[in-house]
């Protein structure tokens, strides 16, 4: 939404015109968050997804994560391993937090459980790009990326 208006005040009045596209791009944007459902909403879905599994798929999350941080955890570049160490850390404590919280509370901030679970994810693959491109002799700027 804030990249829209803000082409909308960049523009001015004509943005609002039709035939730009703009209020088209505008109303899809509105009605995003109401077709897909809140973050709220969706942070619930992941909540009952681990409930009505059982807490299988937190448990395929972690090993999935875990897989991609070893050869990080193991890595001769000491940046890649302290990254990794801390990723793998706090995957930890968060299948702790999960595992020994009442599902009731957990429900309370199922936005920060959804969004450190995209997190750990979205580091874990970033760490996995850098030790590829560390096993291909390229450059390491994906661990740059992570600080």
């Known amino acids: 939404m804030g990249v829209i208006s803000e082409g909308?005040?960049?523009?001015?009045?004509?943005?609002?015109?039709?035939?730009?596209?703009?209020?088209g791009m505008l109303r899809d944007n509105q009605i995003f968050v109401i077709w897909e459902g809140t973050t709220n909403i969706l942070s619930l879905d992941v909540l009952r997804s681990v409930a009505k599994s059982n807490g299988e798929t937190l448990r395929a999350?972690?090993?999935?994560v875990k897989k991609r941080l070893s050869h990080a955890l193991v890595s001769n570049h000491e940046m890649l391993k302290h990254e990794a160490s801390k990723v793998n850390s706090a995957l930890d404590q968060l299948m702790q937090v999960a595992s020994s919280v009442d599902p009731s509370v957990l429900q309370v901030g199922a936005r920060d459980f959804a969004f450190s679970l995209a997190r750990i994810f979205i580091a874990?693959?970033?760490l996995e790009s850098a030790c590829d491109a560390q096993s291909s002799n390229h450059d390491l700027d994906v661990v740059t990326a992570l600080r």
């Not at 999350?61 to 999935?64: A, I, L, Y």
């Open 124 to 126: 874990s693959t970033l």
């Open 8 to 23: 909308l005040e960049a523009i001015g009045g004509q943005a609002l015109m039709e035939d730009t596209g703009i209020p």
């Open 61 to 64: 999350f972690s090993s999935h």
